[in-house]
T-cell receptor, first 113, second 114 residues
Framework: ETGVTQTPRHLVMGMTNKKSLKCEQH?????MYWYKQSAKKPLELMFVYSLEERVENNSVPSRFSPECPNSSHLFLHLHTLQPEDSALYLC????????????FGSGTRLTVV | LAKTTQPISMDSYEGQEVNITCSHNNIATNDYITWYQQFPSQGPRFIIQGYKTKVTNEVASLFIPADRKSSTLSLPRVSLSDTAVYYC???????????????FGTGTQLKVEL
């Protein structure tokens, strides 16, 4: 357990479904992140929340919708996904400013059928 | 954010020392160098971080020359369980503004065999 908990660990959804990924941290961090990792590709930064405010949205399709209700929780709402969205979705947290690095969760393995 | 270059893959045997070198020619004065380890289907895990000279912890050492344009992660006496992807990243942790953002490259796939 890393201190960042992601649920569910695995998710299979159809293209017309709506689902949400959840991330929770109790490390006292005030920044949270969503990354996407497709097979044999580098991690891609999707969204950054700093002090509960979205500060970065890296040209992510609108079928991905993040939500950060407080500094400990982060959600990624999914709707009408495509098969190419199948990937490992990783949540991370850190201090807004600090060179201590990120703490990652174990990820959600998403399969879109 | 400074770009990093590291070998795509490395092979080793159990009990050997493994050194993975990363180039970061455009590293900025305020940047730290951080290494992460990632196992399949898991999130990356922080290994070690340094600014200059040598840093050692219970799992690895990090060597940084005076010009800081490269760094070497040293894993002593590797075992099969050290088979993973190792990422080298540089960044200032948002200390000079711009947010604490990390950009991952392709990393180095280390394979340890018996």
């Amino acid at each position: 357990e890393t201190g960042v908990t992601q649920t569910p660990r695995h998710l299979v959804m159809g293209m017309t479904n709506k689902k949400s990924l959840k991330c929770e941290q109790h490390l006292g961090h005030n920044a949270m992140y969503w990354y996407k990792q497709s097979a044999k590709k580098p991690l891609e930064l999707m969204f950054v929340y700093s002090l509960e405010e979205r500060v970065e949205n890296n040209s992510v399709p609108s079928r991905f919708s993040p939500e950060c209700p407080n500094s400990s929780h982060l959600f990624l709402h999914l709707h009408t996904l495509q098969p190419e969205d199948s990937a490992l979705y990783l949540c991370a947290s850190s201090q807004v400013q600090g060179a201590d690095g990120y703490t990652f969760g174990s990820g959600t393995r998403l399969t879109v059928v | 954010l400074a770009k990093t270059t590291q070998p795509i893959s490395m092979d080793s045997y159990e009990g050997q020392e493994v050194n993975i070198t990363c180039s970061h020619n455009n590293i900025a004065t305020n940047d730290y160098i951080t290494w992460y380890q990632q196992f399949p289907s898991q999130g990356p895990r922080f290994i070690i971080q340094g600014y200059k000279t040598k840093v050692t912890n219970e799992v690895a050492s990090l060597f940084i020359p005076a010009d800081r344009k490269s760094s070497t992660l040293s894993l002593p006496r590797v075992s099969l369980s050290d088979t993973a992807v190792y990422y080298c990243l540089v960044g200032d942790g948002g200390l000079t503004g711009g947010g604490n953002k990390l950009t991952f490259g392709t990393g180095t796939q280390l394979k340890v065999e018996l």
